[in-house]
């Protein structure tokens, strides 16, 4: 691993290393107003909700790291104490990069956008219209955290109102593919969150044996990845391994003599058949044709398969039996 420490480099530098490690993070398209009345639109991706009784958002408009002078989306928050959050869906990238530049104050970046304003119900500044998910705020506190050039100030907001898309709900819930909405990366990349970028993991239901009960030679795997092993350590208790020894005596007793075809393991694995590649491995394991080592490792490829297939308890089995000694002595 390399260590950086941030007090031996320039700003710019340690400024980038944040943005690079902590991602995606999400844009909130910030809209307020000064004492005069005049429009501000800017787009910040330190940003977060923190908490929902009640519910609060914070963002964090830094000092410039040129100069250290505070960005106007600050200035308005801290003299008017209300603003508006728009998420950023990914129909609307190519506006919130014009927002960013650094006009003048007073400039209404909406305009210089194309966006437009959705009416607010209890605070002054508006929201972007062609957002997907819009929240009026009011300021709780404000934090300035160095008040130096690049330091932040977090802008501490409480949720006064939602307004959402009506076509972004599927039933009483928000659908994240409705909303498409875009994260922030390092340097100048994004991300979609749609498509293949998305995807669902359930919270557990009970709590699981724990990657530390995984017995010795699952645990230090040399094929299993970290996301493997706690899919196996989600389990209440451990499968018997006497009944799973017993079982596959009888499997391989019954196994037709003789070897599979060339590299009919690896092709069934990678058209994603994990019990067609343990059919295969069994053949010439009975044949001989394979050492101990090699079959307890072609056995955890097999795991690894049947968890990425669902099939957990196959997983379990091929884990179990993957022991150089048991496979020895199989």
Request: include cysteine.
């Amino acid at each position: 691993m390399k260590v950086i420490d941030p007090a031996e480099h320039p700003v710019p530098f340690v400024h980038r290393i944040l943005l690079s490690g902590i991602a995606p993070r999400p844009i909130a398209l910030v809209s307020t107003m000064d004492r005069d009345g005049r429009h501000n639109l800017s787009p910040f991706s330190f940003f977060n909700a923190f908490g929902a009784n009640p519910p609060v958002v914070v963002v964090s408009p830094s000092y410039r790291g040129k100069d250290g002078t505070p960005k106007h989306t600050f200035e308005n928050i801290r003299d008017t104490e209300e603003f508006t959050v728009s998420a950023v869906s990914y129909a609307m990238v190519e506006q919130i990069n014009l927002a960013s530049a650094e006009y003048e104050r007073g400039v209404d970046e909406f305009e210089k956008a194309g966006f437009t304003k959705l009416p607010s119900e209890v605070v002054a500044p508006p929201g972007v219209a062609e957002s997907p998910f819009v929240m009026e705020c009011r300021l709780m506190q404000y934090v300035d955290t160095g008040g130096n050039p690049g330091s932040g100030n977090l802008m501490i907001g409480e949720v006064l109102r939602f307004h959402i898309r009506e076509s972004a709900f599927e039933g009483e819930r928000i659908d994240p593919r409705r909303l498409d909405l875009v994260a922030r990366m390092g340097y100048d990349w994004y991300c979609r969150a749609n498509g293949d970028a998305l995807f669902e993991l359930p919270k557990p239901a009970h709590n699981g044996i724990g990657v530390d009960q995984l017995p010795v030679h699952i645990r230090q795997s040399a094929v299993l990845t970290g996301n493997d092993l706690a899919k196996l350590a989600g389990i209440d208790f451990l499968p018997d391994a006497d009944a799973v020894r017993a079982r596959w005596e009888k499997l391989r007793a019954d196994v037709f003599p003789g070897q599979s075809g060339p590299d009919q393991f690896a092709v069934e694995l990678r058209t994603g058949n994990p019990r067609r590649a343990l059919s295969a491995l069994m053949k010439d394991w009975k044949a001989g044709m394979l050492p101990p080592e090699q079959v307890a490792i072609q056995l955890q490829r097999c795991a690894q398969a049947a968890i990425a297939s669902g099939d957990l308890e196959l997983a379990w089995e091929c884990a179990l039996m993957s022991h150089p000694g048991t496979v020895a002595a199989f």
